[in-house]
């Protein structure tokens, strides 16, 4: 069975900054991308950002471009989100995915991501 488990979630006042873990059984090394997803309540779930395993190529949706990172060690297989200068619309549950997407370098909501993690919540107050 396939694990993926989030962590690092919590509530941060606006302008800080919450760095997201992931990590996941080791088949899913074999998977060529991950990703970062978000769901505010309400609303659809969001794609944040992507990794490609094979070069670390990276893209991201437009709203957390230069504040956001994500990053892949391969060797422990740990996914990470750097997030810096949060804003409120940053609210939602966090959620780490791997799988076979046809472009792992192009934002999507997510379902064509096979394995997921049950979340962790962030919460940004003004």
């Known amino acids: 069975q396939v694990h993926v488990e989030e962590s690092g979630g919590g509530s941060v006042q606006a302008g800080g900054s919450l760095t997201l873990s992931c990590v996941a059984s080791a088949f899913t090394k074999t998977l060529p991308c991950m990703g ?19 070069s670390l190529s990276t893209v991201y949706t437009d709203s957390v471009k230069g504040r956001f990172t994500i990053s892949l060690d391969k060797g422990k297989n740990l996914l990470t989100l750097r997030m810096n200068d949060l804003r409120p619309d940053d609210d ?18 997510g379902s064509d991501f096979t394995y997921w993690g049950q979340g962790t919540q962030v919460t940004v107050y003004s």
């Open 36 to 54: 970062w997803f978000r769901q505010a309540p309400g609303k659809e779930r969001e794609g944040v950002a992507n990794i490609y395993r094979g």
């Open 92 to 109: 939602g549950r966090y959620y780490c995915a791997s799988g076979w997407p046809p472009n792992c370098l192009e934002i999507t909501g």
